[in-house]
Each structure stands twice: as structure tokens, then as C-alpha cells.
């Protein structure tokens, strides 16, 4: 199997006081968008953070179960077999940064840069990244200077420039404008259609609701749904203990519980488009 | 009334020799009036809303904030009338508890402790905090610790609130906390500035929107208005209150319970058959 | 250059050899654009000089000489002068090496020397930590001030202020430090294939000639201390 895999995974950090992640088994094929979806704590971050080989070799903590990413298993061997092929998004721009980069153009090379590739390679892979996040024009700007907007699409593309063959996305797009998150999302649905495998751990139900092939809904460090995104979010599981849909799906439910009406009936409209639709 | 934010032709840049960032800006706020400063990434909103908490003064024009001219004036001068929150306030917390945090401002201006203790819990009621009066700031989740910020800045009852993406990368819970305590906030007369791409915050929470594009106010007026012009802002409304304005549904506001409940009432009056 | 110059600090015969290499130094600094190296070492060396003179003036033994009411020892003078100029010229050339260095242009010159990149990105991570730790207190302290901390009155109020904020800004520092360690770790950091410079070091004609003399230098004084 390829993709991101987990088989009967459990996982503590040194200092949780339980397992973060309770026997989790879940798959994230290549070429498809996976959402992982659940509240602060339900193991979605976690899931990223074993995925990408951190844990528990960084973070500490112990594991049993089985990760592997791209049909290599990971253990104590980590991860580099693998580097250059994972990019890895944290909720935090400001702390991804290289914090040596004198230039936003020489912080996007960074990564192509240690990695040994050739010059003329990283120029192009820099430029199509560049460009594809909406950050070209400000390839000279110290990125000390730049809003936290500019910023997040640059920590953004200085992975890009690598074509990863795995995204692991937490949060990815919080500080982007509707413009940047567009651009964003294209990318990463083009990867996907490149064949990548892309996995983004977000709460922004809205944004994500059509941009995804498949949904995976986490609570308190285990699987509670997992399947086709529109249907989940359609339906009422995903509130019943659960984080809850879309805001069109929610405005729907929350005014089927006023009237009983045909109109308003499960499977609730996920998107404005379902929404007009249906009421229009 | 008077304003409790003006900016009169302000002209302000970062580098000399550089364009300027912001371009002969003029706007004014009054109490209770709840304001959203929109505009692309990278634009200047955070500068803008550096300039009115005088942490910086601007090149040509004049900051009045809450009837002080900025000029001569640095942030401590309005932390007793301005509540300011930062962006990622979550890296700022210095104390080792909650209370502790929201009570550091009051202490620096020397208010009886009695005071703060009793302002402290008033807060911490109205945002559902209560229960972490004596936690470690850093032992709360993200979005607990964004209100823990939004508590500080409330602790001197201030004329103004500034925010700064204050929703950013908030869950459900902690984003509908944030809107109600700002809607609060401005019915008891408090004026809000708030930079913000999160157009659900401005609907929901705000009345007023100042689009920021090249340094100068392109629009300036009710955020239901300028949301709708969606080519003209780039802006679009939040899913609810898209649909509404589309289906040209009678609201009182755009707000999401306003939407619910036009939405019910369309059905009723639709009655059982289905049309 | 700051390495040459140490060097020759300690190997040239004072009180004049060290004297002539800091005013050497006064002289470089400005043509490498890094004139506040010697306004910042002044601050740093004038207490220090004080001291010295104090130190080998008065218990130096031997003949002495009058200044003003004190009597002074000459050898204690001569000898003090020889740690002043010292001094002078080591921290004046650190401190220029510290303004001077620019990070990206070193890892791109020890790209091309074939360095390992963890321990050129070690050395300049170290290096860096500093700005990068200021930039974080410059905002906290903005945060601060934006709910009424106040300091006036220069830098032993502005101390005071900051000091209670000192333990939470250094724990807050290393608490970031693992998120930082993930993501540097992800973009190759610790890769062990040969970084690619992104651009050709600029190594002049000028800065290797300067460069040979310095070594050439210091080769003489240390045959000539050898001889001699």
C-alpha cells in the first residue's frame, strides 16, 4: 500500500496523561485529498506528526502500531528515506521559517538547497512554487517585513519547491485571504492529481467541504467516521458527538429544529451552491 | 458624538526611500461602533491598526485616538483607555496564571488589588473562563488563550478595542465566544476596530467595513452592502448570509440567527406542501 | 580576520605592537561597513582600560612616573598599555564580525568549501539566535507596553522592566525551539548531502589578498617571537 497508512496505532506524548491516539487505523491514498477532521485534541495534528516521522523521534513518546508513508515503514530508521518528498505544514508560520534566509526567494530554496539539487533545478522548482502561491513579487523582500498573510504562503511554497509526493498540512491556510486560500487549495488538488498524496488536518468545514476526496473524523484519539466527505457532512452523525458541519448544513439543522418542513430535511445542503438549490 | 478613532490623511511607510505603505487615510469611529478592516494579505491593515494604539506616527496626518493626538504618544500612554490585541497573542502570555495575566496591565497602572480581583472574575465570566482563573496560560489550548488576550485587553473597560485577527485559526466554540463578547462589548458603547479576512466574524460581530486596497480606503460603509458587491471587493459573505442575500430572503441582519430565522419562516409560511 | 587579528594581538611585542593593530582595527572597521563595532567596543573597552591602568599602575612595581598627584608604575603603564590595545582590537574585530556576518552568504561560501551542512547551519543558528531572540522580546515588550508597562528614563529602567519578563521569554523561546527543530528537520537540515550554494561567494581580489597578508602576518610575528 501506498499513501499514508496507519495500522493500530496508539500513541502517547511523554507528558499526556493518556494515549493521544487510541488504536487508529486509517489510510490516505495517493491522489486524493484526506481531511482530518476533530476538535483541539482529538489526535488529528498527532496523526501528521507520526505521518511525517517526528513522532516519536522528536517529540518523544511511545507508539505501538504500524506508520508507513510511501510503502516505507517508519521506526527507528525515521525518516530519510524520505526527505524531499514529505511537505510539512504546521499551523504556525512564524516558527517554520529557517531564520537565515536573507531573502523571501532564498527562503524558499532552502530545502532544494540542502538537499544537494542542482542549481538550475532549484531555480525553476523556486519560481513555479513562487508563483503558484502568489508570492513571486516579493521574491527580495527580507521575510522578516512580511504580514502574517505573505508569510503562511511562503512557509507554504518553500515546500512546494520540493513536489513532495506527500503533503501534510495542519492549518494550513489561517491567515490567507480568500485569494490565497484559492490558490492554495488549486495546488494542492493539482498534486493530488499528480499523483501525491495530500492530507490536511483543518476545522475550516466551509472552506474544505468541496475541496476533498475523502473525510476521516477523529475524537478523542479514534476513528468515528470515515468515508465519503459530502455524505458525512450531509448527515447528522458528524454533530452528534462530533465537530459539527458546514455552516450552510448547520443553518439548516438548527432551522429544521424550529419547523418541520420537507424543505429542511436530512441529507442537510453542504455547500451555497446545494443551499440555492434547494431553497431557491 | 465624538469619534473614538480618527485618522485625518494619514501617510505612513516603513522604509524611507520605499513607497508608502498607507496613502492619505482618513476615517473616524465612534462608540459602539463596530468596524472591519478588510483587505487583501499584506496590504497594511496591521499597520493601520499599529498606527491607532501609537506604537507608530505617521509621516503626514494626524491619529486621534480616544481624543489624544499619537504624535507625541507611545502605547502605555492609551493602555488605560485602548484595549489592543496582537496577532498570535498566544506567544505573549508572561504569568503564570490566568489571573495573574489579565491582571497585569491594571497592576502596571496601580489599581488597587481588591479591583483587579474583582474585574478579573467578571471577565473571565464573560468568556466562559472561570474555571481556569489558576491554570498556567500555556497548559490551555490556542484558543483558550486567545481569550485569556481578549480578557486582558477588557480588564480597563475600554473606550476602544483593536484586534487583530482575533479569530484566526479558532474552532467553532472559541470564534462564537469571541463574537458574542464583541457584540457585548459594543452595546455597553465600546468602539471596535478589528483587522480581519474572517468574514463571518464581520458579519456576525461587526457593522462597518473600511476595505483597505493600495495604501487608501477604497470603501467605506455597512458590511452587508460591500460583501454583496463581491467582484467590486474581492470579499464574498459567509455561506448563511450569502444565501439569504441571493434568495433576496427580508432579514434583520446578515447574522447567522437572523438567517435561521427567516430561513423557518419561509417554511412556514410555505406550510406542509411542498412547493 | 578576526581570527588573524586575536592571533596577533597576543604574538606582537607591546605596548606598541597591540596598540598599532587596534588603531589597524579602527581603520578596517569603517571600510567593512561596520563602524558601530568600534563605537560598541569603546563602551565595552573604556571600563575595562579604566581598570587595567588602575590595576597595573598602582601595583605594577618598579620606577615610576608622576600623573598629577598619583605616581604610577612605568613597567605597570607599558604593561597595561599592551592588554588595553589587546583588548581593544580583539573585541573591536569580533564585534565587527558580528555586524558583518550575514548568514546566507556564509552557508552559500561553506556550501562551496564543502562544509557539512549541520555544522555550518550550527554555526550560524548560534549566531542568529540572538536576533532572533531580540525580535521576540521586541514584540513582547511591545505587547507589554501596549497595556501600560512604561519605561522612560534609559537603560537601567528599561532593564528593570524587562527583568521580571526574562524567565517566561527564555521558556517561551525553548518552548518553540521543537516546533522549529520539526520543520527545520523536514527542509533538510540535517541532510547529509552536500548543500548546494545558491550563488557564487563573492571572494574578491581584494579580500584574498587582505586575506593572504593577514596569514602572512601573522606567520612572520609568530617567527619573529620565535627568534627574537
Not at chain 2, 496591565?105 to 481588591?114: D, F, L, S
Not at chain 2, 478579573?120 to 464573560?126: F, I, K
Not at chain 3, 596598540?19 to 569603517?30: D, G
Amino acid at each position: 500500500m501506498t499513501g499514508v497508512e496507519l495500522r493500530d496505532v496508539s500513541f502517547r506524548y511523554p507528558t499526556s496523561a493518556g494515549n493521544v491516539l487510541k488504536s487508529v487505523t486509517l489510510q490516505c491514498r495517493p491522489g486524493q485529498i484526506t481531511w482530518l477532521y476533530g476538535p483541539f485534541g482529538a489526535g488529528a495534528s498527532t496523526v501528521l506528526l507520526l505521518a511525517a516521522g517526528l513522532a516519536p523521534r522528536h517529540t518523544g513518546g511511545t507508539m505501538t502500531g504500524a506508520v508507513s508513508v510511501l510503502g516505507h515503514p517508519l521506526d527507528a530508521a525515521g525518516l530519510s528515506p524520505l526527505l524531499g518528498q514529505i511537505g510539512f505544514v504546521t499551523a504556525t508560520p512564524h516558527l517554520q521559517m529557517s531564520g537565515i534566509a536573507a531573502t523571501v526567494w532564498e527562503e524558499v530554496a532552502f530545502a532544494p538547497a540542502n538537499l544537494g539539487w542542482p542549481l538550475a533545478r532549484i531555480e525553476q522548482a523556486v519560481e513555479d512554487a513562487m508563483t503558484a502561491l502568489g508570492v513571486a513579487h516579493l521574491a527580495g523582500r527580507e521575510p522578516d517585513t512580511l504580514s502574517g498573510g505573505e508569510l503562511q504562503r511562503t512557509v507554504i511554497a518553500s515546500m512546494a519547491v520540493l513536489e513532495p509526493a506527500v503533503w501534510l498540512l495542519d492549518e494550513p491556510t489561517t491567515a490567507l485571504d480568500a485569494a490565497g486560500q484559492t490558490d492554495a487549495y488549486r495546488m494542492f488538488r493539482r498534486a493530488a492529481r499528480d499523483g501525491a498524496t495530500v492530507v490536511v488536518a483543518s476545522e475550516q468545514a466551509d472552506a474544505l467541504a468541496d475541496v476533498v476526496d475523502r473525510l476521516i473524523v477523529l475524537r478523542d484519539g479514534e476513528v468515528v467516521l470515515d468515508g465519503d466527505p459530502m455524505s458525512l457532512l450531509a448527515g447528522d452523525d458528524i454533530w452528534e458527538g462530533g465537530p459539527g458541519s458546514t455552516s450552510v448544513a448547520g443553518l439548516c439543522r438548527d432551522a429544521s429544529r424550529h419547523v418541520d418542513s420537507p424543505r429542511l430535511a436530512m441529507p442537510y445542503p453542504v455547500t451555497i451552491a446545494h443551499a440555492l438549490e434547494r431553497w431557491g | 458624538m465624538t469619534a473614538v478613532l480618527t485618522f485625518v490623511s494619514v501617510r505612513f511607510g516603513y522604509l524611507r526611500g520605499a513607497p508608502p505603505v498607507l496613502e492619505d487615510l482618513s476615517f473616524q469611529i465612534h462608540p459602539g461602533e463596530g468596524a472591519a478592516l478588510l483587505g487583501p494579505n499584506g496590504v497594511g491593515k496591521t499597520t493601520v491598526a499599529r498606527l491607532a494604539m501609537a506604537i507608530r506616527s505617521p509621516q503626514h496626518g494626524a491619529v486621534t485616538t480616544v481624543g489624544r493626538p499619537t504624535r507625541a504618544l507611545g502605547p502605555e500612554d492609551l493602555a488605560d483607555a485602548v484595549g489592543y490585541v496582537f496577532q498570535h497573542p498566544e506567544m505573549q502570555m508572561i504569568e503564570r496564571t490566568v489571573a495573574a495575566e489579565l491582571g497585569f496591565g491594571p497592576r502596571r497602572m496601580g489599581w488597587p488589588q481588591e479591583r483587579i480581583d474583582k474585574r478579573v472574575g467578571a471577565v473571565l465570566r464573560e468568556l466562559g473562563l472561570a474555571a481556569v482563573a489558576s491554570t498556567h496560560p500555556y497548559d490551555l489550548p490556542v484558543g483558550h488563550r486567545r481569550l485569556v488576550a481578549l480578557g486582558a485587553a477588557l480588564m480597563v473597560e475600554p473606550s476602544l478595542l483593536i484586534l487583530d485577527e482575533p479569530t484566526a485559526g479558532l474552532d467553532r466554540e472559541a470564534r462564537k465566544t469571541v463574537h458574542r463578547v464583541v457584540r457585548g462589548q459594543r452595546e455597553e458603547g465600546t468602539a471596535v476596530l478589528a483587522v480581519t479576512h474572517d468574514t463571518e466574524f464581520a458579519v456576525e460581530a461587526l457593522e462597518r467595513g473600511l476595505v483597505l486596497d493600495s495604501g487608501s480606503l477604497v470603501a467605506d460603509g455597512p458590511l452587508a452592502d460591500l460583501l454583496a458587491r463581491h467582484r467590486a471587493t474581492g470579499l464574498s459573505l459567509p455561506g448563511p448570509a450569502l444565501i439569504a442575500h441571493r434568495l433576496g430572503w427580508p432579514t434583520r441582519s446578515l447574522r447567522t440567527e437572523d438567517v435561521t430565522v427567516a430561513l423557518v419562516e419561509r417554511c412556514r409560511q410555505e406550510g406542509p406542501s411542498i412547493s | 580576520m578576526a581570527l588573524a587579528i586575536s592571533m596577533l594581538a597576543f604574538l606582537l611585542p607591546g605596548p606598541r605592537g597591540p596598540l598599532l593593530l587596534y588603531a589597524v582595527t579602527l581603520v578596517a572597521m569603517p571600510i567593512a561597513g561596520v563602524g558601530r563595532a568600534i563605537r560598541q567596543g569603546l563602551f565595552i573597552c573604556l571600563p575595562l582600560w579604566f581598570f587595567l591602568f588602575l590595576l597595573h599602575g598602582v601595583l605594577g612595581g618598579g620606577p615610576t612616573f608622576g600623573v598629577g598627584p598619583f605616581a604610577l608604575s612605568r613597567d605597570g603603564a607599558e604593561l597595561a598599555l599592551t592588554q588595553a590595545g589587546r583588548f581593544g582590537a580583539i573585541i573591536t574585530v569580533s564585534l565587527g564580525f558580528y555586524h558583518s556576518f550575514d548568514a546566507s552568504r556564509f552557508l552559500n561560501a561553506a556550501a562551496a568549501k564543502r562544509w557539512p551542512l549541520h555544522l555550518s547551519y550550527l554555526f550560524v543558528a548560534t549566531l542568529h539566535a540572538v536576533p532572533a531572540f531580540l525580535a521576540r522580546t521586541a514584540s513582547i515588550l511591545e505587547a507589554q507596553r501596549a497595556r501600560g508597562l512604561r519605561f522612560g528614563g534609559g537603560p537601567v529602567a528599561r532593564a528593570r522592566a524587562v527583568l521580571p519578563l526574562t524567565l517566561p521569554l527564555i521558556l517561551g523561546a525553548l518552548a518553540e525551539v521543537d516546533e522549529r527543530t520539526h520543520a527545520l528537520d523536514m527542509r533538510g537540515v540535517a541532510s547529509t548531502r552536500l548543500r548546494t550554494p545558491l550563488m557564487a561567494p563573492k571572494d574578491s581580489v581584494l579580500d584574498r589578498v587582505v586575506r593572504w597578508l593577514l596569514w602572512l602576518t601573522v606567520g612572520a610575528a609568530v617567527v619573529w617571537r620565535m627568534v627574537g
